[in-house]
């Protein structure tokens, strides 16, 4: 994938949170309207990329991921 498609500026899966990412504040806001019409989310930038969403601060400030905190079940034969 060269991650060049001129359809909606998409840049791919951004590297630092996985989620979508957009070249700039303006394809990023565009996607954001035909997407989610009527919704107000946020514009902001995360690495290289822009993503919009209800900002996560958790998410953006590194203190959680995706997956929960895995309780290692080993050690309990
Ligand atoms: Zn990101």
């Not at 060269?2 to 504040?25: D, I, L, M, P």
């Not at 303006?26 to 900002?55: E, N």
Request: hydrophobic content about 20%.
């Amino acid at each position: 994938m060269t991650g060049r498609s001129k359809t909606n500026g998409q840049v791919g899966t951004c590297v630092v949170c996985g989620k979508r990412g957009y070249a700039s504040k303006q394809t990023a806001k565009r996607a954001m309207k035909r997407l989610y019409p009527g919704d107000h989310q946020s514009v902001y930038r995360c690495g290289d990329v822009y993503h919009f969403g209800h900002l996560p601060m958790q998410v953006r400030s590194g203190k959680k991921s995706r997956s929960d905190v895995r309780e290692s079940r080993r050690g309990w034969s």
